[in-house]
């Protein structure tokens, strides 16, 4: 049951940002990019254009970065508004439990052969620090990760900087 909400979650992050990409992206986050690496039983790395989207109703973050199926999401967890410094990473299926701040991780790429198909990962544990300067945000993860299906686990780390910091209204959908 754990892991279907956890792929459920993934795709609804995945979905919003497609959407957010689409509308804001694309004039917002010209030069802001997140570039991420993973090792376990596949390896890899990409360079994606990133926007973070800012939920005051909420209260949580949404850095996005995607180019076609492959993509990641930071989910920042704060008190009251967006701060910097260290965030403990933990896994999306105890955020609403977890001391503020703290930090989700999601993604997925396109697994090459033998084992071609979409992998996709979640958080376990990890550390995620951000600095916020002139409405952007900077910052890197590590995280460890398992896969939303199987128990196939992944170190990631990944490197930010000049994302865009959008404040969103209405209940932040």
Same mark, same amino acid.
């Given at each position: ?17 497609? $959407?957010?990409?689409? *509308?804001? $992206? ?6 802001? /990019? ?5 090792? $376990?039983?596949? !390896?890899? !790395? ?8 800012? &939920?005051?109703?909420?209260?949580? +973050?949404?850095? /996005? %970065? *995607?180019? $076609? ?8 967890? /704060? #008190?009251?508004?967006?701060?910097? +410094?260290?965030? %403990? *990473? ?16 999601? *993604? ?13 990962? #979640? !958080? /376990? ?12 945000? !900077? +910052? ?5 990760? #398992?896969?939303?299906? +199987? ?20 209940? &932040?959908?």
């Amino acid at each position: 049951m754990r892991i279907v909400r956890a792929v459920i979650i993934f795709i609804v992050v995945l979905a919003l940002a497609a $959407g957010a990409w689409q *509308m804001f $992206g694309r004039r917002s986050a010209r030069g802001a /990019e997140l570039v991420v690496s993973w090792r $376990g039983k596949s !390896s890899g !790395s990409m360079t994606l254009p990133a926007t973070l989207a800012w &939920c005051p109703v909420t209260r949580v +973050g949404v850095l /996005e %970065a *995607m180019s $076609g199926d492959s993509g990641v999401a930071l989910l920042l967890y /704060e #008190r009251d508004s967006l701060t910097g +410094g260290p965030h %403990a *990473m933990i896994s999306p299926d105890v955020s609403g439990a977890a001391p503020k701040p703290a930090a989700s991780l999601v *993604m997925r790429w396109l697994r090459a052969s033998p084992d071609s198909g979409l992998a996709g990962f #979640r !958080s /376990e544990s990890g550390t995620a620090r951000i600095q916020f300067a002139g409405g952007k945000a !900077s +910052g890197d993860v590590n995280a460890r990760m #398992r896969s939303v299906v +199987g128990i196939d686990s992944s170190v990631v780390q990944a490197t930010f900087s000049g994302v865009p910091v959008m404040t969103t209204a209405k209940g &932040c959908t």
